[in-house]
């Protein structure tokens, strides 16, 4: 379904409504190849095309919803949706009014395309498997373009359109040692590819060295941009949402009290200008290009969706209290030689050079330290990490991140 068949088709629909209903549209699409490897050879390769509709009916104060797989057909896509409209239709007025029911009700338009130029997933594959002769690799390849569009009878027409790839892969010694890495973005650069690959044999070189024991305690560590995106997405379950803030249920709530702060050097962003995620949420509101969450070490702004935003009054600037675009500024530090390696489990010895691998240990600290006292410094380069997610379709979320040093962090048995 193309960008003028979805708007036709709501248009269709509209034009069907009984008196004050409203209609909110949007489609959730995407064309994408599949290819899984393990000991460096392809074991499974597919492709899916599919395009979801999901609809919003709403009466005053009363909403329903629900969702439709389109076939493909303009007939069969509008008989689905039509038949859908109706179901809804039946069970509007049983549903209780809604009193955080909020959508835009100025008619916007917008359009994005991100992305372009991806090679086939045949080729792009077949580079990997050439350039990672000799290891034995296990992974993933999703590649393709993903579909988000809003459209509504009160003349919203949005769309978003981008065309990303994912390579997410390990490399195994042996039992349970190995190195992980990962390749993502909107171009393929076959030098890139190649420089990884180099850090992941380096890495395997390293993790064949004897392991060493080292006594719980605090140890000066580097910690990837895979690391640091691992600690914010803990941190982003209820860390910047207005609800969670203004119930005092967020993990950082002594910094919005001001009893504590990163270090000023900290300054996370929702990007909402950047990345696979729509500029528009849900309900038809627009997103702001960019929402600072963290500025100067200290709290910023909350990320407000349309529901908390009714509730609370204030204005709308995300569709999630999860950010989907988030980035952390850069530093001043060169980036390590090598490419993506679990920090916690490495030594870095004299020169940035990996001594050796660690037994296996955990570690117990807290992000005001982490990101505050014992913050030395982050990387001058960034990683663009697309989620790998693909639980009833391709995830649009991402981070752009740095890499970070610190002074200290506690390793527990």
């Keep these: 379904m193309s960008q003028g068949d979805f708007f036709a088709l709501i248009e269709r629909l509209s034009g069907g409504l009984h008196g004050e209903e409203v209609l909110l549209a949007n489609l959730d699409g995407e064309d994408s190849d599949f290819v899984r490897l393990n000991r460096n050879r392809i074991r499974q390769a597919g492709s899916v095309r599919r395009r979801r509709l999901h609809l919003r009916l709403i009466q005053g104060r009363r909403q ?47 359009e994005r395309f991100i992305g372009g130029g991806l090679p086939r997933a045949a080729e792009a594959v077949g580079e990997l498997i050439t350039a990672a002769h000799g290891l034995d690799l296990v992974g993933i390849w999703a590649s393709g373009t993903m579909y988000r569009g809003l459209a509504s009878s009160l003349g919203h027409r949005h769309w978003h359109q981008s065309a990303s790839f994912n390579l997410d892969w390990s490399c195994y010694l042996e039992r349970d040692k190995a190195v992980k890495a990962g390749y993502s973005g909107f171009r393929w650069e076959p030098a890139r590819l190649q420089a990884k690959l180099e850090g992941l044999r380096h890495g395997l070189e390293a993790m064949g060295r004897p392991p060493r024991a080292i006594p719980p305690g605090r140890y000066r560590a580097y910690l990837a941009p895979d690391a640091v995106q691992e600690l914010l997405a803990m941190l982003a379950w209820g860390g910047f949402g207005l609800k969670s803030h203004r119930t005092a249920q967020t993990p950082l709530l002594r910094m919005v009290r001001g009893e504590q702060r990163f270090d000023p050097r900290v300054q996370l962003t929702e990007e909402h200008s950047r990345g696979l995620a729509p500029g528009f949420t849900s309900e038809g509101f627009l997103k702001p290009p960019r929402v600072t969450l963290i500025s100067g070490g200290a709290y910023g702004d909350c990320l407000v969706d349309s529901r908390s935003g009714k509730e609370y009054g ?100």
């Design 314 to 413: 204030l204005p709308v600037n995300a569709d999630s209290s999860i950010p989907e675009s988030l980035a952390m500024d850069t530093g001043d530090i060169p980036a390590v030689s090598y490419d993506r390696h679990d920090p916690v489990r490495h030594i870095l010895g004299g020169g940035r050079e990996i001594a050796g691998p660690l037994d296996v240990m955990r570690f117990d600290d807290s992000l005001y330290h982490l990101l505050g006292d014992r913050l030395e410094g982050l990387t001058r380069e960034r990683e663009l990490i697309l989620a790998t997610d693909t639980y009833e379709g391709r995830s649009t979320a991402s981070a752009l991140l740095p890499g970070i040093l610190v002074s200290g962090i506690d390793l527990a048995l």
């Design 64 to 110: 329903i919803a629900g969702g439709c797989d389109l076939p493909g057909d303009p007939a069969a896509d509008f008989a689905a949706a039509d038949g859908l409209v109706e179901r809804l239709r039946a069970r509007l007025l049983d549903v209780p009014e809604d009193p955080y029911l909020a959508y835009a009700t100025d008619a916007e338009t917008s």
